[in-house]
C-alpha cells in the first residue's frame, strides 16, 4: 500500500492518480493519524506531518518513505535505519518555487506590499503619511546574502544580479560561480538583505542571530523556521534594528494563533508554501513514482538519504 499523508488540494489529487493511476495511492489527511493503515503501508509519501520513531514501528511492512521536497528534518532517521526503511527526498524539484517564492518575499518587504494593499482595499490608497514612502526600496543597489547555495540560491542568484544587487554567498566552501564567497559573519554584519538555503540540522538550528544582521537588513526565510532564534527575530523587527522580515517557515507550524510575528506591520508571513507549486508536485510525485517502481522491482532507489 502506498499512502500518502498531506492535505491534498484538488489539482494535487489529480496529479497523483494521473502520475500513479487511479486508486493506487491511499490518501489520509494530514491531520488524522496512521494508526488505521499502519500494518499495511509499504511507501509512505511525506509532506510535512512527523513521522515519529513510534510510527515505523507500528508499520512492519514499511519499505520506504519518500519525501516530497528536500528536508528530511520531520522525519526519524535512525529510527528509519534501525528498522530497515529506506528515506529518499528529491533535490531540486522544488527549487524553481522556492527561489520565485524568496524573490516575492524580498519584494513584498522593501515595496511594503502589504501595507499599501490593505489600505488600497478599504479606500485609502492616497491618504496615508507620505513618510511611508521613505521606507519603501529596490533590490538594486543592495548586497543580498545567500546563506547556502544550493539549487534554490542558484536560481535566485543570477536574478538578483541581473536586477542589479551584489550578489554574495555563504556555504561549505567557496564555488567557482561570478559572486562573492563570504564567511557567515561577514554576510550577516554587511548584506542589506539575507535569505536563507540551508536545511536544518543540528549544527545549523539557530545559527542565524537577527542582532549579527546589519542594522536595517531585510530577513527572508523560505529553509526552515528553527534555524533563527524566533524571539530575537520578534525582538529585531520590534526594536527597528531589522527592516523587515519575509518568512515562509516558523519554529512552530501552523503558526498559532497569538505568536507575536502575527501583528508585526513589517513581517509578511506565508504557511510553509514556497514549494507547493502545481508544477513542483509533478515533477516530484514522478520522482516518487518512479522510488515506488524500483522499490517493487528491488532497484537502487534515487536520492537515498538512508
Given at each position: 500500500m502506498i499512502v500518502l499523508h498531506a492535505r491534498p488540494s484538488p489539482g494535487f489529487r489529480e496529479a497523483v492518480d494521473a502520475i500513479f493511476g487511479p486508486g493506487v495511492v491511499v490518501h489520509v489527511d494530514e491531520a488524522a493519524p496512521l494508526d488505521a493503515v499502519a500494518p499495511d503501508i509499504t511507501a509512505l509519501l511525506h509532506v510535512l506531518t512527523p513521522v515519529t520513531p513510534d510510527f515505523i514501528t507500528s508499520a512492519p511492512k514499511l519499505k520506504l518513505i519518500q519525501k516530497l521536497g528536500v528536508g528530511v528534518n520531520t522525519i526519524a532517521l535512525d529510527s528509519a535505519q534501525s528498522h530497515g526503511v529506506a528515506v529518499c527526498n528529491m533535490p531540486g524539484a522544488n527549487s524553481q518555487a522556492v527561489a520565485e517564492m524568496a524573490l516575492s518575499l524580498m519584494m513584498a518587504v522593501l515595496r511594503?506590499?502589504?501595507f499599501f494593499d490593505a489600505r488600497t482595499r478599504s479606500g485609502e490608497g492616497w491618504t496615508a503619511d507620505p513618510s511611508e514612502l521613505d521606507s519603501v526600496g529596490?533590490?538594486?543597489?543592495?548586497?543580498?546574502?545567500?546563506?547556502?547555495?544550493?539549487?534554490s540560491a542558484q536560481l535566485l542568484a543570477p536574478v538578483l544580479a541581473a536586477l542589479g544587487a551584489k550578489v554574495?554567498?555563504?556555504?561549505?566552501?567557496?564555488?567557482d560561480v561570478p559572486y562573492e564567497y563570504w564567511p557567515l559573519d561577514r554576510l550577516l554584519a554587511?548584506?542589506?538583505?539575507?535569505?536563507?538555503?540551508?536545511?536544518?540540522?543540528d549544527d545549523t538550528r539557530a545559527s542565524i542571530d537577527p542582532f549579527a544582521m546589519k542594522k536595517g537588513a531585510?530577513?527572508?526565510n523560505t529553509a526552515r523556521g528553527e534555524l533563527v532564534d524566533e524571539a530575537k527575530l520578534v525582538e529585531a523587527l520590534t526594536s527597528g534594528h531589522l527592516r523587515g522580515a519575509g518568512l515562509d517557515v516558523f519554529a512552530e507550524e501552523p503558526l498559532p494563533r497569538g505568536n507575536p510575528l502575527l501583528?508585526?506591520?513589517?513581517?509578511?508571513l506565508a504557511p510553509h508554501i514556497a514549494w507547493l507549486t502545481p508544477e513542483t508536485l509533478v515533477r516530484s510525485l514522478t520522482v516518487a513514482q518512479e522510488n515506488c517502481r524500483r522499490l517493487a522491482a528491488g532497484e537502487a532507489l534515487l536520492h537515498q538519504v538512508v
Amino acid at each position: 500500500m502506498i499512502v500518502l499523508h498531506a492535505r491534498p488540494s484538488p489539482g494535487f489529487r489529480e496529479a497523483v492518480d494521473a502520475i500513479f493511476g487511479p486508486g493506487v495511492v491511499v490518501h489520509v489527511d494530514e491531520a488524522a493519524p496512521l494508526d488505521a493503515v499502519a500494518p499495511d503501508i509499504t511507501a509512505l509519501l511525506h509532506v510535512l506531518t512527523p513521522v515519529t520513531p513510534d510510527f515505523i514501528t507500528s508499520a512492519p511492512k514499511l519499505k520506504l518513505i519518500q519525501k516530497l521536497g528536500v528536508g528530511v528534518n520531520t522525519i526519524a532517521l535512525d529510527s528509519a535505519q534501525s528498522h530497515g526503511v529506506a528515506v529518499c527526498n528529491m533535490p531540486g524539484a522544488n527549487s524553481q518555487a522556492v527561489a520565485e517564492m524568496a524573490l516575492s518575499l524580498m519584494m513584498a518587504v522593501l515595496r511594503r506590499t502589504c501595507f499599501f494593499d490593505a489600505r488600497t482595499r478599504s479606500g485609502e490608497g492616497w491618504t496615508a503619511d507620505p513618510s511611508e514612502l521613505d521606507s519603501v526600496g529596490e533590490i538594486g543597489g543592495r548586497t543580498v546574502g545567500l546563506v547556502g547555495f544550493g539549487n534554490s540560491a542558484q536560481l535566485l542568484a543570477p536574478v538578483l544580479a541581473a536586477l542589479g544587487a551584489k550578489v554574495v554567498y555563504t556555504a561549505r566552501g567557496a564555488r567557482d560561480v561570478p559572486y562573492e564567497y563570504w564567511p557567515l559573519d561577514r554576510l550577516l554584519a554587511e548584506s542589506d538583505i539575507v535569505s536563507l538555503h540551508i536545511p536544518l540540522t543540528d549544527d545549523t538550528r539557530a545559527s542565524i542571530d537577527p542582532f549579527a544582521m546589519k542594522k536595517g537588513a531585510v530577513l527572508v526565510n523560505t529553509a526552515r523556521g528553527e534555524l533563527v532564534d524566533e524571539a530575537k527575530l520578534v525582538e529585531a523587527l520590534t526594536s527597528g534594528h531589522l527592516r523587515g522580515a519575509g518568512l515562509d517557515v516558523f519554529a512552530e507550524e501552523p503558526l498559532p494563533r497569538g505568536n507575536p510575528l502575527l501583528g508585526l506591520p513589517n513581517a509578511v508571513l506565508a504557511p510553509h508554501i514556497a514549494w507547493l507549486t502545481p508544477e513542483t508536485l509533478v515533477r516530484s510525485l514522478t520522482v516518487a513514482q518512479e522510488n515506488c517502481r524500483r522499490l517493487a522491482a528491488g532497484e537502487a532507489l534515487l536520492h537515498q538519504v538512508v
